[in-house]
Every structure is written in structure tokens, then in C-alpha cells.
């Protein structure tokens, strides 16, 4: 079955740059979400994209942007990057309409900020 | 979203069934009791989920108290690639909305050969 897909799977990059991740759900998944997890910690929620609106917003620095395009993947924009930003960034899809919509998540994209 | 108290560390031998306790003692009537687990730097795998009976898929089984103030997941069989941090959520239906998981410690369960 087909699942997430994130690219880059891993990415470097220097303090102060720019990164863009990309985010492709699951076919037929019209809700997206994005976690980030850093060395030791547990996945913390960023934000979230219904039929391509900003659902939900949770502890997401203003560096950072997202949306959800017509297709329904999704790109998450971090600018300015600082140390701190090295993290796992999952990326999870849902369909909306399915009830309890439980979460998958794709492999995840390892940033590292030097 | 209520709030869930897991057990930081298990241990479980191979072939054994894995038992994970969750207390939510605040769990609101409309809440379901999901169970994610992470294998090491992996995404989040969904288990399962429940609201008020017990269920049972390929994965596990998933046990919740009647007055839903606690459930266990269920392991039958546990084999070394179970070996992860499980995550035991409370959180509302998402119908039309796109509620996130708030992951809490997770519990360590390690499958001993």
C-alpha cells in the first residue's frame, strides 16, 4: 500500500539558510500534519492542513511556514535556520471524513543545522 | 485533550504476550484511546484505537476499563522488532478537522530474547 512520502529524507544545512521540506500523503488523504522531533525528545505537533486550509497550529516558530497545495502535498518553508532546528520532521496524513482518522506517518525528514 | 500516564520502561521475553498499561483518568466521553509506537527514529506507526470496546486487529488487542479510565494494548506474541516506545493518546474524533496527537513520554518496551 502506498504511504507518506518525504523528501529529502536528509538534509544539511548552515546557521542563517533556508530549508524546504516536501510532503507527499497518502492517495486520497486530504489532511496533513507536521511534528518535530528532536535528539531524545517525543514528537512535538507544528501544524496541521485540512483540504488545504491551516487547521491547527501548535509550537511553531514564526522561521517557519507551511501550506497544502491543490494536489494536497505539502511543503513546510523554515527560514533563519539556528542549531536548535536540528530535528527528525515527520510529516503524517489523514482523510478528514473517516471518523477517528488515525495518522500516518511518513519516514521523516533529518535536518541537521550546522 | 486528557492527559495519559504510561510506565517509562518495560521488559517482555520473545513469544510472550506484551501487556501495556495507560491511565486517563480525565478522559472525556467523546475521547478514543489510540496507541501509536515508534521503533528508533522511525515515524510513528498507528496500532490501534478504541472508545469504549475492547478491539483486536492484525497488530494487537486493546483493552479499556468500563469506566474508560484505563486500557492495556495487547502484544499476543511479542517478537524483537516490537521492540519500540509506545504512546498511548487521548484525544477527540477528527471528522472534518485535522486534530494533531500529543505525544506524551511513551512507555519503552523491550522485547528480551
Known amino acids: 500500500a502506498a504511504g507518506v512520502i518525504q523528501s529529502p529524507r536528509h538534509l544539511i544545512k548552515e546557521k542563517r539558510e533556508t530549508a524546504t521540506l516536501k510532503c507527499y500523503p497518502i492517495?486520497?488523504?486530504?489532511?496533513v500534519y507536521w511534528y518535530q522531533q528532536g535528539p531524545g525528545q517525543d514528537p512535538q505537533f507544528l501544524i496541521s492542513?485540512?483540504?488545504?486550509?491551516?487547521?491547527d497550529k501548535g509550537s511553531i516558530p514564526d522561521r517557519f511556514s507551511a501550506q497544502q497545495f491543490s494536489d494536497y502535498h505539502s511543503e513546510l518553508n523554515m527560514s533563519s535556520l539556528e542549531l536548535g532546528d536540528s530535528a527528525l520532521y515527520f510529516c503524517?496524513?489523514?482523510?478528514?471524513?473517516?471518523?477517528?482518522?488515525?495518522?500516518?506517518f511518513g519516514p521523516g525528514t533529518r535536518l541537521t543545522v550546522l | 485533550d486528557a492527559k495519559t500516564t504510561q510506565p517509562t520502561s518495560m521488559d517482555c521475553a520473545e513469544g510472550r504476550a506484551a501487556n501495556l498499561p495507560c491511565n486517563h483518568s480525565?478522559?472525556?466521553?467523546?475521547?478514543?484511546v489510540y496507541w501509536y509506537r515508534q521503533i528508533h527514529s522511525q515515524g510513528p506507526q498507528y496500532i490501534i484505537h478504541?472508545?469504549?470496546n475492547n478491539e483486536t486487529n492484525e497488530m494487537a488487542s486493546l483493552i479499556i476499563t468500563e469506566d474508560r479510565k484505563s486500557s492495556t494494548l495487547i502484544l499476543p506474541h511479542a517478537t524483537l522488532r516490537d521492540t519500540a516506545v509506545y504512546y498511548c493518546?487521548?484525544?477527540?474524533?477528527?471528522?472534518?478537522?485535522?486534530?494533531?496527537?500529543?505525544f506524551g513520554s511513551g512507555t519503552q518496551l523491550t522485547v528480551l530474547p
Open positions: 503524517a496524513s489523514s482523510s478528514g471524513t473517516s471518523g477517528p482518522n488515525e495518522q500516518f
Open positions: 478504541g472508545l469504549k
Open positions: 480525565t478522559i472525556s466521553g467523546n475521547e478514543y
Open positions: 492517495p486520497r488523504h486530504d489532511t
Open positions: 492542513f485540512y483540504e488545504k486550509m491551516q487547521s
Open positions: 493518546i487521548v484525544r477527540p474524533p477528527g471528522w472534518g478537522s485535522a486534530r494533531q496527537l500529543t
